[in-house]
């Protein structure tokens, strides 16, 4: 395993010194390898499949035009998710502002609508995915990358530019607050 490991990551460097020498076919190589993990992520971090697109379209342009500033022996994974943490965090301001600016509208239309039925699993999910929108972006992005996608502490340190300790406190209140708010704890709307 750790072979094959090695293997990958000097196939992985190979691939992106070409594509730093302007291989496009080197580079289209590392976008096939790169593109499932990243839209997961890309998805995980926004919570919509339209978005999750766009930002990942986003992340290769800006891989694209910056691929000669990766490092040697930097983790293009780590680099990729950089690029989609930060995507993904203006994304969710520009989400947040648009909602208040919309929700006087919304709250109208709620008020004149009659209750609907649901499925317990429907809820449930629903639960969850609104737990995981309100946390701060950070939180999210730390807790997406540690448990969705399983990077070690110092990978996400990495990715995030922040120290282990930072990852280590923003999962803990994650954590903390997702179990408060699906346990309909004091945080719970």
């Given at each position: 395993?750790?072979?094959?490991?090695?293997?990958?990551?000097?196939?992985?460097?190979?691939?992106?010194?070409?594509?730093q020498s302007g291989?496009?076919?080197?580079?289209?190589?590392?976008?096939?390898?790169?593109?499932?993990?990243?839209?997961?992520?890309?998805?995980?971090?926004?919570?919509?499949?339209?978005a999750a697109r766009?930002?990942?379209?986003?992340?290769?342009?800006?891989?694209?035009?910056?691929?000669?500033?990766?490092?040697?022996?930097?983790?293009?994974?780590?680099?990729?998710?950089?690029?989609?943490?930060?995507?993904?965090?203006?994304?969710?301001?520009?989400?947040?502002?648009?909602?208040?600016?919309?929700?006087?509208?919304?709250?109208?239309?709620?008020?004149?609508a009659g209750p609907?039925?649901?499925?317990?699993?429907?809820?449930?999910?629903?639960?969850?995915?609104?737990?995981?929108?309100?946390?701060?972006?950070?939180?999210?992005?730390?807790?997406?990358?540690?448990?969705?996608?399983?990077?070690?502490?110092?990978?996400?340190?990495?990715?995030?530019?922040?120290?282990?300790?930072?990852?280590?406190?923003?999962?803990?209140?994650?954590?903390?607050?997702?179990?408060?708010?699906?346990?309909?704890?004091?945080?719970?709307?």
């Amino acid at each position: 395993m750790a072979a094959r490991d090695g293997l990958e990551r000097q196939e992985e460097a190979r691939l992106v010194g070409a594509a730093q020498s302007g291989d496009s076919a080197a580079f289209e190589e590392l976008v096939r390898r790169s593109a499932p993990r990243l839209s997961a992520l890309a998805y995980q971090l926004t919570g919509d499949a339209e978005a999750a697109r766009d930002l990942s379209q986003e992340v290769f342009l800006k891989a694209f035009r910056g691929i000669r500033s990766l490092r040697s022996g930097a983790s293009l994974q780590a680099w990729l998710f950089r690029i989609a943490a930060n995507e993904a965090a203006s994304f969710l301001r520009r989400k947040a502002r648009e909602r208040r600016r919309l929700a006087p509208a919304a709250e109208a239309v709620a008020a004149g609508a009659g209750p609907l039925e649901r499925l317990v699993a429907e809820e449930e999910r629903a639960a969850v995915l609104a737990a995981l929108d309100a946390l701060p972006a950070r939180q999210r992005s730390v807790l997406v990358l540690r448990h969705l996608h399983g990077l070690s502490t110092a990978e996400v340190a990495e990715t995030l530019k922040c120290s282990a300790n930072s990852v280590k406190a923003n999962l803990c209140y994650a954590l903390r607050f997702l179990r408060e708010k699906l346990a309909g704890g004091p945080d719970r709307e």
